[in-house]
């Protein structure tokens, strides 16, 4: 499956970033006398998605990408969007190339008649709103949108009442989370308009460490000041991060080694590895990057293809596929236990074999001294 990976993974994905991994930014909207997706009838959701995509085709020059498996796929995975739980039976996605490996997202048919999303470059985010906005308005120039006072425009969720914009970035807190600092983050987020999204138990570190910051209100201002507030917020967070980092690194050195050296030991020894498993690993080797723990031209280079949404099968799968040669795709599947294919494992066998690689990248000896000098 040899294809361009520039035109299917999007730019905030290949970066090596410290802190956020991607933000997303999207508009919901709705059309008068029509109900929710979730209430039509098969042949009437069939009928209203078929003219949807029509007029999108017509406006925006989109192309339906709905029935590309791949491409379908890499939209839930990489860029945000709706999960194939969430799609009904008239579901349809279409996508306009922006350049730069960047796409416009249209979903039909969702939870919502109407789902206008973009990837967005952090320091751009009020403006990048703005963009998508404008580029809602054209549509809305010619189709009317169901609106009404003082609830703006009408979405399926009531969350989304008001401007129907929702801000979603992903971010990478390995730092705050091991200083037991979630909960505090989660409360300063709703002081700043925002909430924190996390899997497991706030007192928890989540897999991977990873956390989701979205914004709680679509109703009290522009998207452009909904955006520079986030913003605002993001930064702090990321501010936050930084020194739970740095402290890390420099008074407890010996923690970060120990860290390290887990990881390295696990892809060594282990035969299998779960998905949240290979979420810790990832966040232990972007960590030790970013502290320099880790240091040399293999880090700079290993880095980019190992990004926290592979770790599940189907994405997994994918990238090898991508990344790999036939040849380097026979030898991983030789390496592996006899029998697994057979039980069921080969999914866990196969992750354990493709992110073993990283043993390849070396400890920092100036950062392995110190550590056990602090040890002593």
């Known amino acids: 499956m040899a294809r361009d990976l520039d035109t299917l993974f999007p730019p905030a994905c290949r970066g090596v970033q410290d802190i956020v991994l991607k933000t997303q930014l999207s508009l919901v909207r709705n059309h008068p006398e029509h109900p929710f997706p979730q209430h039509m009838t098969r042949r009437e959701g069939l009928a209203f998605a078929e003219e949807l995509c029509e007029r999108v085709k017509s406006l925006f020059g989109a192309e339906d990408v709905t029935d590309d498996p791949l491409t379908s796929d890499i939209a839930e995975t990489y860029f945000g969007l709706s999960p194939l739980s969430r799609r009904g039976p008239f579901y349809r996605l279409l996508r306009k190339a922006l350049g730069r490996g960047s796409y416009f997202w249209i979903e039909v048919g969702a939870m919502n008649h109407l789902t ?13 709103a703005e963009a998508l906005w404008g580029l809602v308005s054209l549509y809305e120039r010619r189709y009317p949108f169901a609106y009404a006072q003082p609830w703006g425009y009408l979405s ?20 705050l989370s091991h200083f037991d600092q979630l909960t505090q983050l989660c409360n300063a987020a709703e002081r700043y308009g925002c909430l924190v999204e996390i899997d497991g138990p706030e007192d928890e570190a989540p897999p991977g460490n990873l ?13 452009a000041e909904i955006a520079r507030r986030h913003r605002r917020f993001l930064g702090m967070l990321c501010d936050a991060e930084d020194q739970a980092r740095r402290r890390l690194r420099l008074d407890f050195p010996f923690v970060l080694y120990d860290r390290m050296k887990r990881m390295r030991g696990l892809l060594r020894d282990a035969e299998m590895l779960e998905p949240d498993e290979a979420l810790d690993v990832l966040s232990a080797y972007r960590l030790g990057i970013a502290t320099g723990a880790l240091k040399g031209r293999e880090a700079k280079a290993g880095f980019p293809h190992f990004w926290f949404e592979s770790v599940w099968d189907g994405p997994m799968i994918r990238e090898m596929e991508c990344r790999m040669t036939p ?8 390496a592996m236990p006899p029998g697994v294919e057979r039980h069921g494992y080969q999914h866990s066998c196969c992750r354990v074999q493709w992110l073993r690689m990283l043993i390849t990248v070396r400890l920092d000896p100036a950062f392995v001294r110190e550590a056990k000098e602090w040890r002593g």
Request: charged share 15%.
């Open 156 to 175: 399926a969720q009531l969350s989304f009442a008001g401007t129907g914009f929702r801000i979603r970035t992903w971010v990478h807190v390995p730092g």
């Open 116 to 128: 206008f999303s973009v990837l967005c470059e952090h320091d751009a985010m009020p403006q990048q």
């Open 211 to 223: 956390a989701i910051l979205f914004n709680r209100s679509t109703m009290d201002a522009p998207v």
């Open 327 to 334: 040849e380097e795709q026979t030898m991983l599947v030789r």
